[in-house]
């Protein structure tokens, strides 16, 4: 199984990002994901997570302004990213919530930037 994060881009603060992430199987059935981020000399932290059923969690630092949700049928987790601001830019990955972790990936980039 892969994974492959996208949607990321430069905004201004206050602006809005959705990032998505595709699955070539049908992991999402089966396993909680989650959404990480690493900002430049950080270390890697998860910001969101969903259950197989549904269930969400978020970090102190997003709740109220990240939604993650999934779409079963087409493999796909997504993070819908309101009120940005700078302390927001980050390398955003998708992985499992437990080990065995999938392969991380290249991420996609998010600037939170005037």
């Not at 992985?95 to 980039?109: M, V």
Request: hydrophobic residues 30%; contains cysteine; proline residues 4%.
């Amino acid at each position: 199984v892969q994974l492959q994060a996208s949607g990321g881009g430069l905004v201004q603060p206050g602006g809005s990002l959705r990032l998505s992430c595709a699955a070539s199987g049908s992991i999402f059935r089966i396993r909680d994901m989650g959404w990480y981020r690493q900002a430049p000399g950080k270390q890697r932290e998860l910001v969101a997570s969903i259950t197989s059923g549904g269930s969400t969690n978020y970090a102190d630092s997003v709740k109220g302004r990240f939604t993650i949700s999934r779409d079963k049928a087409n493999h796909t987790v997504y993070l819908q990213m309101n009120s940005l601001n700078p302390e927001d830019t980050a390398v955003y990955y998708c992985n499992t919530l437990r080990s065995p972790f999938l392969s991380w990936g290249q991420g996609t980039l998010v600037t939170v930037s005037s």
